[in-house]
């Protein structure tokens, strides 16, 4: 089955700088990379995402790339705020019509913390 | 304001117990999902259940037992579960069961400890 990895697991920045986070996956037929924030005591929530047929996607101060032949993929968060602050998870899936729904393999995540 | 709702947010239970978590979504999403969340591992999907048939069984002991009874709820049945059971419980629905690619729409959670 397909493995996620992802670096780092905690990650301090200043606040206006940049962050990156960085994940691997095993399974090349993989084709859909999400990524989903998680604050503090709420629910997973979808920021971003990629599919295979493109090497970077952009919304605002937040950009995903990915490297199919390598099999990684990284976000990018640009000028970052303390609301960036948050846990980032990374995901993995084959997409297509299946029928089966949506099985994503998840990362570990990266606690982020954006500093004053 | 979220459409995926699940209760309670918050549950205690003894190993001996039976309980139930409960999902419910208003977005009209034909696909729903257990996930566990447990502190320094990735989120482990547990079940799936598209246009209401169970399509994924993540090798979940049989501890844990899930009901569909329609497509905008969601059950989680729990007996004689172990401390190692002790997790956060998050529900998710996707609008299109038949793409791989939709997106997941999650709840707050069940915050569940194992006594």
């Known amino acids: 089955g397909e493995n996620v990895e992802q670096h780092p697991s905690t990650l301090s920045v200043q606040e206006g700088d940049s962050a990156v986070i960085k994940c691997t996956y095993s399974?090349?037929?993989?084709?859909?990379f999400p990524w989903y924030k998680q604050e503090l005591g709420k629910r997973p929530q979808l920021i971003i995402d990629?599919?295979?047929?493109?090497g970077e996607k952009k919304d605002q101060r937040i950009a995903v790339t990915l490297n199919k032949t390598a099999k990684h993929f990284s976000l990018h968060i640009t000028e970052t705020q303390p609301e960036d602050s948050a846990v980032y998870f990374c995901?993995?899936?084959?997409?297509?019509?299946?029928?089966?729904?949506?099985?994503?393999?998840f990362g570990t995540g990266t606690q982020l913390k954006v500093e004053l | 304001e979220t459409g995926v709702t699940q209760t309670p947010r918050h549950l205690v239970m003894g190993m001996t117990n039976k309980k139930s978590l409960k999902c419910e979504q208003h977005?009209?999403?034909?696909?729903m999902y257990w996930y566990k969340q447990s502190a320094k591992k990735p989120l482990e999907l547990m079940f799936v259940?598209?246009?209401?048939?169970?399509?994924e069984n993540n090798s979940v002991p049989s501890r844990f037992s899930p009901e569909c009874p329609n497509s905008s709820h969601l059950f989680l049945h729990l007996h004689t579960l172990q401390p190692e059971d002790s997790a956060l419980y998050l529900c998710?629905?996707?609008?299109?069961?038949?793409?791989?690619?939709?997106?997941?729409?999650f709840g707050n959670g069940t915050r569940l400890t194992v006594t």
């Open positions: 998710a629905s996707s609008q299109d069961a038949r793409a791989s690619d939709s997106p997941l729409h």
């Open positions: 399974d090349s037929a993989s084709n859909y």
């Open positions: 990629i599919r295979s047929n493109v």
């Open positions: 995901a993995a899936s084959i997409a297509g019509v299946t029928g089966g729904g949506n099985k994503l393999t």
């Open positions: 977005l009209g999403h034909n696909a």
């Open positions: 259940y598209s246009l209401e048939e169970r399509v």
